[in-house]
Nanobody
Framework: VQLQASGGGLVQAGGSLRLSCTCS????????MGWFRQAPGLEREFVAA????????YYADSVKGRSTIARDNAKGTVTLQMNSLKPEDTAVYYC?????????????????WGQGTQVTVSS
């Protein structure tokens, strides 16, 4: 399984970005998917997750209300729309596929990881 994340970039505070993750294998449609991020000098942290059919979503408190995770199983894609971006959102964002179908905020529940895409928010 290969995960390809894209959509990162440089944006001013208050702006928006839409991250996209493409799964190379159809069976990703049977797995929950998640987004995590890692800022310089910090540990990787949970951002958002979505169950295999998209019926359940979870968000970190830091992005709740500003971000929306969605998936299109027919296309094998998962997106993360981020609005009202803040400088503290600056990080490398990773998409990941879970072992199971239920969304989780725990990194140990994910066994496939993408290469990451850089998001930089300037003040």
């Amino acid at each position: 399984v290969q995960l390809q994340a894209s959509g990162g970039g440089l944006v001013q505070a208050g702006g928006s970005l839409r991250l996209s993750c493409t799964c190379s294998r159809r069976t990703c449609s049977n797995n929950a998917m998640g987004w995590f991020r890692q800022a310089p000098g910090l540990e990787r942290e949970f951002v958002a997750a979505i169950s295999w059919r998209g019926q359940n979503t979870y968000y970190a408190d830091s992005v709740k209300g500003r971000s929306t995770i969605a998936r299109d199983n027919a296309k094998g894609t998962v997106t993360l729309q981020m609005n009202s971006l803040k400088p503290e959102d600056t990080a490398v964002y990773y998409c990941a596929a879970a072992r199971g179908s239920f969304a989780s905020s725990q990194q140990r529940d994910y066994n496939y990881w993408g290469q990451g895409t850089q998001v930089t928010v300037s003040s």
